[in-house]
């Protein structure tokens, strides 16, 4: 299974990227963010083979039409701006999708719109981190965290 982490680099998502690492059976796991650097700092600080770097404009909605696809999993740590379009896209394509974004406050949750293949976790910091239970543990009524588990 190859897993696809927008923002890895980023402070929503750098945790998450390290338990993916250290956890997960995932074959690969690609490390999208428009920093370059940091996700290649990233990568180079674990040193696992299965990571990768590509980089990720999140205002490509056809660029992500294209590149979700390939991907059996999309772990959204964009900011709330990007969970409508990610969301969408995942949707669009028949892929899942894990958001750990946070909500705009100021709108509805696009996650409530979206949730047939679009999961989120209430807010913590950070998301699955260290110390946090793993999905299947937390939500073990959800068959799509028990199912990424495996």
């Known amino acids: 299974m190859r897993a696809l982490v927008l923002g890895g680099a980023g402070s929503v998502c750098k945790e998450t990227i390290r338990d993916l690492a250290e956890y997960s059976d995932f074959a690969e796991i690609v490390v999208a963010d428009y920093n370059v650097a940091a996700a290649q700092a990233l990568v180079g600080e674990l040193d696992d083979p299965r990571l990768q770097v590509i980089r990720f404009n999140a205002d ?3 660029g992500m039409l294209r590149l979700f696809p390939d ?4 772990v959204n740590g964009l900011p709330f701006q990007y969970d409508y379009p990610v ?6 394509v028949g892929v899942n999708g894990l958001d750990l974004s946070s909500d705009d406050p100021s709108s509805p949750s696009t996650r409530r719109r979206w949730r047939r293949t679009c999961c989120s976790p209430p807010a913590w910091g950070p998301p699955l ?4 239970l793993p999905p299947e543990q937390a939500f073990p009524t959800v068959p799509f965290f028990a199912e ?3």
Do not use: I, S, T
Request: a negative charge.
């Open 148 to 150: 990424l588990a495996r």
């Open 60 to 62: 490509d909605y056809e």
């Open 87 to 92: 969301n969408k896209a995942c949707v669009e």
């Open 71 to 74: 991907f059996d999993v999309v």
């Open 129 to 132: 981190g260290k110390g946090v």
